[in-house]
C-alpha cells in the first residue's frame, strides 16, 4: 500500500481511535477526526511515536460546512481520501414519549446525515481514482431494536439501508461501501441515562446475553475494518458484517 489515505470519523476515542490506529499500522495516512481537538491531538501523536502518519482533522459530522472543511484539508495535507470510516457517534436514551425533537435531530444529524455528509464529500476523489472504501458503522441495535433507543435504532437501521443503496452507485467505479455492525465491545463509555453503576449493572446483563460469554474488543472490529479497507476486499461491497459475540444469527 503506497500512499493512501484513510478518514476516520469520531475517532478521538474508544473504537474510532483503535481503528485509526490499525489503519495507520496497516500503512494508511490516517485522517483523525473528531470535535474534541485535545484528544485528536492526543491520538495522532501517539500513532506518530509508533512509527505512523496521521493528521488531525476537526470537524463536526452533522454540519455540512464543517465535514466540507475537514475533507478539503485531508485533501491538502495529505491527498485525497482512499477509505472512509463513518464512525462519529451521538447516544441519547429515554423513551419516546420523552424524546424531544432536539434530541432525535441531534442524533440522526451526527449518526446517519453525517454518514451521508462525509460519503457524499469523499466519493468524487475516489471515482476519480477508480479506487475507495466506505465503512459504515452501525450496531446490533439496528437490526434487533432497543427499547429507550429510538432515535439510535432509527440512525443505525438507516446507514444499513444507506450502505446499500450507495454501494451500487460507486461499484462501477471501483468503490465499495460495507456496514460493519458491532454488538456490546469494551470500551469507556460513559452512561447516557442513570449513574456509573446502574450502567455497569447494565453492561454485565448485556454481557450475559452473549454466546461467547464476553464483550468484543475494540482490535477484533478493527482487524474487520482493516480487512474491508484492503485491496483483498475489492469483491465485497454492499454488505453488512456483523461483530457481535453471536447474540444475533
Known amino acids: 500500500m503506497t500512499e493512501r489515505v484513510a478518514l476516520v470519523t ?40 509508533a512509527g505512523g502518519r496521521a493528521l488531525w482533522v476537526p470537524g463536526d459530522a ?39 425533537l432536539a434530541d432525535w435531530q441531534r442524533v440522526l444529524g451526527t449518526v446517519l ?4 455528509l462525509f460519503t457524499r464529500a469523499v466519493l468524487p476523489d475516489m471515482y476519480e481514482a477508480g479506487w475507495g472504501r466506505v465503512i459504515n458503522l452501525a450496531g446490533v441495535s439496528g437490526q ?14 438507516g446507514i444499513i439501508g444507506f450502505t446499500k443503496a450507495v454501494s451500487l452507485e460507486a461499484a462501477p467505479h471501483g468503490v465499495t461501501v460495507n456496514t460493519v455492525s458491532p454488538a456490546l465491545i469494551d470500551t469507556d463509555r460513559a452512561p447516557v441515562a442513570g449513574d456509573a453503576a446502574g ?47 453471536g447474540i444475533l444469527r
Open 144 to 157: 434487533m431494536g432497543a427499547a429507550d433507543r429510538s432515535a439510535l435504532v432509527t440512525a443505525k437501521s
Open 199 to 245: 450502567a455497569a449493572e447494565d453492561y454485565r446483563a448485556l454481557t450475559a446475553q452473549l454466546p461467547v460469554g464476553r464483550p468484543g474488543r475494540v482490535e477484533e472490529v478493527a482487524a474487520l475494518v482493516s480487512f474491508l479497507c484492503s485491496d483483498d476486499a475489492g469483491y465485497i461491497t454492499g454488505q453488512l458484517y456483523a461483530i457481535n459475540g
Open 10 to 49: 469520531g475517532a478521538t476515542r474508544n473504537l474510532g481511535e483503535g481503528m485509526a490506529r490499525r489503519l495507520a499500522a496497516d500503512g494508511f495516512v490516517v485522517a483523525v477526526n473528531g470535535r474534541n481537538a485535545d484528544a485528536g491531538r492526543a491520538v495522532v501523536a501517539d500513532i506518530v511515536d
Open 113 to 116: 446525515t453525517g454518514t451521508f
Open 62 to 100: 452533522s454540519v455540512e460546512s464543517e465535514v466540507e472543511a475537514a475533507v478539503a484539508q485531508v485533501r491538502a495535507e495529505a491527498g485525497p481520501v482512499a477509505a472512509l470510516v463513518n464512525n462519529a457517534g451521538l447516544r441519547h436514551a429515554g423513551p419516546i414519549t420523552e424524546t424531544s
